[in-house]
C-alpha cells in the first residue's frame, strides 16, 4: 500500500539519545519501478547539531527497489547490502536448519544470591553443588569468560523450577558442548566455546550443533558475519533471531575442512591464553616455575612474553585466513577487509609491570597455600588445611601475612617473598630476583625491598580488588591512613579463631614493638647533639606515636569482633562474608577491614 521514499539512518547520540533512530518518508501509493533512497548519519559527521556531510554518499548509500526487501526473510531493509551480496542476503538457506537454538535460556531471578565468581566457593563444590555459567562477558573470542557459577543444589533447582520469574533450562541444554556469546555489547561479536559442565543464560545464549562444531565457530567469529549481524540486528544485543537468520553460503569440504582447522588452533590457542590469568578456572601456575638453566624472574618473563607475542600473531593470522575464505564466500570484497585490528585480538601481551604484579599475587597465593609450586590450578580453597600435602614451598602455618611499613614479625610480607624467591628460584638469585621486583615497581626511590613493602602497603590490595571484580579473597585488616596495622587474611582458610589469633600474636605484638621504638628513639635523641638528627628522630617518634594510637583504637574494634567468633559460609560468597566477619550479634558494624 504504500512506497518508501526516503530512509534517514542514524547512529546512536546523534538524536541526543544512546541509540540509533530512523525517519522514513513514504508515498501513499506503490510505485513499482521507484528506487528510495537510504543514507545512513553518523555521529562524528555532528557539528552544532546538524551533520557536516549530508547525504554521505560514500558510506552506506543506497537507491534501491523496496521489493529487494522482500525476498529477504523477515522482509529486512538492508538498504545498503551490495548488489553482489543482495542474493545471498535473500537465500533460504539459514544458520537456523544447522543448529539447534533455544529462546529459553535459565534464570535465577536471583542473581545475587545464586550466582557466584568461582573464586568465592568452597572449590571442592564445583561440579556438585556449584556448576559454571556462561554470561556473556566482554570481548572475547575462541575461549574464556567462564568465571561465574551457579548453584546447583537440591533447594537452588526447586527455586528455579518453582520460582515464577525464574526459568530452569531444560535437560537438552545442560551440561552441553557448544557455542556461546556476548549477547549485550557495542563491541564486535565474540563467540566462545561453551564446555558441557553447566549452564549458559541470556546474556550468554548458546547454539548447539552435531557435528563441526569448530567449523561453525570459525564461521561466527568472521568479519563477514560481523558485517552482516550489523545489517540484521535491530538493536544493542546480538539476539537469537538474529543468529538464527544468518545467512549460510555453500563451502567445498576442502575450504570447510581448512576453516575448521583453522578454529581448532584458534581454540587451542586462546585456551592458552586465558589460562595465564589468575581470575580463570584452568589457571596454569606452573608458567612461573624455573627450568633447570634460569632461575631469573626476569628471563623467565621475558620468555613467557615471547610466547605471548606468538600466540598473538598466529591468532591474528589465523582469523585473517578466516576472513579471506568467509568475505570471498559472501561476496564481500568490496565492503569488509580480512585485516584485523590489533585490539580485537583475545591474547593477554603483559607489560614487565603486570608481568610482576601478576607473578606477587601468584607468590602470594603460595605463601597462604591457595597454590601449590609446580602444580596446576587450585591447590586449596575450602576444606580442611593440611600443609603437610605441600612439598616444594610450605605456606604460612597461620593464616595472617603482616604488613607494615617496616619489618617486625617472621610472618611479615616481605619477609615471607624473600623466602619464596630463595626457595623455588635459589639464594644465589634472590637479590637479582628482588632487585627486578623493585626496578620494575618502582615510582620513587628507595632500596628495592622498600619498593616492594610500599606496593604491598599501599597498591597490592586496589589491584587485588581489580583482579578479583571487587570479590576479593584476601581480606586487608586495615587500622586506618597511619598505617600503624595491616595485615591480609586468606577467606578459605578463615575460621571463629582467626580474628582472635590476629589480635594477640600480632597487633598486641606490633604495639610493644612500636613502645619499644618509642623508648629508644626517645634515648637516642637524649644523647644526640646533632639539631637536624634530633628533628629527624622526633618526627619518626610523632609517627610511630601516631601508629600507635591507631593500633590501640583498632585493637577495641578487632577485639570486640574477635570474641563473637564469628563463623562464615563460603557459599554465601565474599560480599555477604565480608560484612559478616564486621558484624556482631546486635547487628552493628564495626570496620576491621579495608573496603570492598
Not at 596454569?284 to 632461575?295: E, K, V
Amino acid at each position: 500500500e504504500y512506497t518508501i521514499s526516503n530512509l534517514m539512518h542514524m547512529e546512536n547520540m546523534v538524536m541526543g539519545i544512546a541509540f540509533g533512530t530512523a525517519v522514513t518518508l513514504f508515498w501513499n501509493r506503490v510505485s513499482e519501478n521507484f528506487k528510495g533512497t537510504y543514507h545512513y548519519v553518523q555521529y562524528k559527521h555532528i557539528k552544532n547539531d546538524h551533520p557536516y556531510v549530508f547525504p554521505d554518499r560514500d558510506y552506506r548509500y543506497s537507491e534501491i527497489h523496496q521489493n529487494q526487501f522482500k525476498k529477504i526473510p523477515g522482509c529486512l531493509i538492508a538498504y545498503s547490502a551490495s548488489t553482489t551480496f543482495m542474493p545471498i542476503l535473500q537465500t533460504k538457506d539459514r544458520l537456523e536448519k544447522y543448529i539447534d537454538l533455544t529462546g529459553s535460556q535459565h534464570k535465577t531471578a536471583k542473581n545475587e544470591k545464586y550466582l557466584r565468581c568461582f573464586w568465592e566457593i568452597d572449590i571442592n563444590k564445583l561440579g556438585i553443588g556449584w556448576i559454571t555459567y556462561a554470561k556473556g562477558g566482554a570481548f572475547r573470542k575462541w575461549w574464556g569468560n567462564l568465571q561465574l557459577v551457579v548453584d546447583w543444589s537440591e533447594n537452588a533447582q526447586e527455586f528455579y523450577k518453582k520460582n515464577n520469574t525464574s526459568n530452569m533450562l531444560k535437560d537438552e541444554y545442560r551440561f552441553r558442548q557448544g557455542i556461546t556469546w556476548t549477547a549485550t555489547t557495542n563491541n564486535m561479536f565474540s563467540a566462545r566455546i561453551l564446555p558441557d559442565s553447566g549452564l549458559f543464560d541470556i546474556k550468554g545464549p548458546a547454539l548447539f550443533v552435531d557435528d563441526d562444531l569448530e567449523y561453525y565457530l570459525g564461521i561466527l567469529n568472521s568479519v563477514a558475519i560481523y558485517y552482516i549481524l550489523k545489517l540484521l540486528k535491530s538493536g544493542s544485543d546480538y539476539q537469537n533471531i538474529e543468529i538464527k537468520n544468518l545467512p549460510m553460503v555453500n563451502f567445498d569440504e576442502n575450504t570447510k575442512r581448512i576453516i575448521k582447522n583453522l578454529a581448532c588452533e584458534a581454540i587451542s590457542i586462546s585456551k592458552q591464553d586465558w589460562e595465564t590469568s589468575e581470575a580463570s578456572l584452568e589457571y596454569d601456575t606452573t608458567l612461573y616455575i624455573p627450568d633447570n638453566t634460569n632461575n631469573q624472574l626476569e628471563s623467565i618473563f621475558d620468555k613467557m612474553k615471547k610466547k605471548q607475542k606468538i600466540r598473538f600473531n598466529r591468532l591474528k593470522s589465523i582469523e585473517e585466513e578466516i576472513n579471506y575464505y568467509t568475505i570471498n564466500a559472501y561476496g564481500l570484497e568490496d565492503e569488509v577487509s580480512p585485516l584485523v585490528e590489533e585490539k580485537y585480538i583475545s591474547i593477554n601481551l603483559f607489560d614487565d609491570e603486570e608481568m610482576v604484579k601478576n607473578f606477587l599475587s601468584y607468590a602470594v597465593g603460595c605463601i597462604f597455600g591457595r597454590y601449590s609450586v609446580g602444580e596446576r590450578g587450585v591447590a586449596f580453597a575450602g576444606g580442611r588445611f593440611n600443609s603437610d600435602k605441600y612439598s616444594s614451598f610450605i605456606p604460612n602455618n597461620e593464616n595472617i601475612l603482616l604488613v607494615t611499613d617496616r619489618e617486625y614479625h617472621s610472618n611479615d610480607i616481605v619477609r615471607r617473598l624473600e623466602d619464596f624467591l630463595e626457595n623455588v628460584y635459589g639464594k644465589d638469585s634472590l637479590e637479582i630476583n628482588l632487585n627486578y621486583i623493585g626496578n620494575t615497581l618502582r615510582k620513587n626511590s628507595g632500596t628495592p625491598r622498600e619498593v616492594i613493602r610500599n606496593y604491598f602497603l599501599n597498591d597490592f590490595y586496589d589491584d587485588h580488588l581489580k583482579k578479583f571484580q571487587k570479590r576479593p579473597i584476601y581480606w586487608l585488616l586495615d587500622s586506618g591512613k597511619n598505617n600503624g596495622f595491616k595485615a591480609f587474611i586468606y577467606m578459605h582458610r578463615y575460621n571463629e579463631d582467626t580474628l582472635g589469633k590476629v589480635r594477640v600474636n600480632y597487633l598486641h605484638e606490633i604495639q610493644k614493638v612500636y613502645e619499644r621504638t618509642i623508648l629508644n628513639l626517645q634515648d637516642n635523641m637524649s644523647h644526640s647533639k646533632d639539631a637536624k638528627e634530633i628533628s629527624q628522630i622526633q618526627k619518626n617518634i610523632e609517627k610511630i606515636i601516631k601508629q600507635l594510637k591507631e593500633c590501640k583504637d583498632y585493637d577495641l574494634l578487632i577485639g570486640h569482633m574477635a570474641i563473637e567468633r564469628i563463623a562464615i559460609d563460603l557459599d554465601d560468597g565474599v560480599k555477604i562474608n565480608h560484612l559478616k566477619v564486621q558484624t556482631d550479634s546486635k547487628r552493628k558494624i564495626h570496620q576491621i577491614l579495608a573496603n570492598i
